[in-house]
């Protein structure tokens, strides 16, 4: 399994970013995708995930009601809408992927979110 993340970059606190993640290697049923994040000192933290058969989604509350997990289905992608950024969600953005039921087994590289005040 292979994830490529991309779309970071740098915005302004209130502007809206989308990240993308490409998904190959295997089909996805019965899978579930995933994005987090980390901050230089801090753990890995859980941001967002989304089942892949029925696009059941999650999300921390902190960025509940701002982001939007996304999946399509034929083009393996999934998509991390962010709207209305904080400062505080200045981070490495990865994706993920795992059996629905265990814990995430593949992980892509990062994409840096760097948001200005």
């Known amino acids: 399994v292979q994830l490529q993340a991309s779309g970071g970059g740098l915005v302004q606190a209130g502007d809206s970013l989308r990240l993308s993640c490409t998904a190959s290697g295997r089909t996805f049923t019965n899978w579930k995708m995933g994005w987090f994040r980390q901050t230089p000192g801090k753990e890995r933290e859980f941001v967002a995930s989304?089942?892949?058969?029925?696009?059941?989604?999650r999300y921390t509350d902190s960025v509940k009601g701002r982001f939007t997990i996304s999946r399509v289905k034929d083009k393996s992608m999934v998509y991390l809408q962010m709207n209305s950024v904080k400062p505080e969600d200045t981070a490495v953005y990865y994706c993920?992927?795992?059996?629905?039921?265990?814990?995430?087994?593949?992980w892509g590289q990062g994409t840096q979110v760097t948001v200005s005040s």
């Open positions: 989304i089942t892949w058969n029925l696009g059941t989604t």
């Open positions: 993920a992927s795992g059996p629905t039921s265990t814990t995430y087994t593949y």
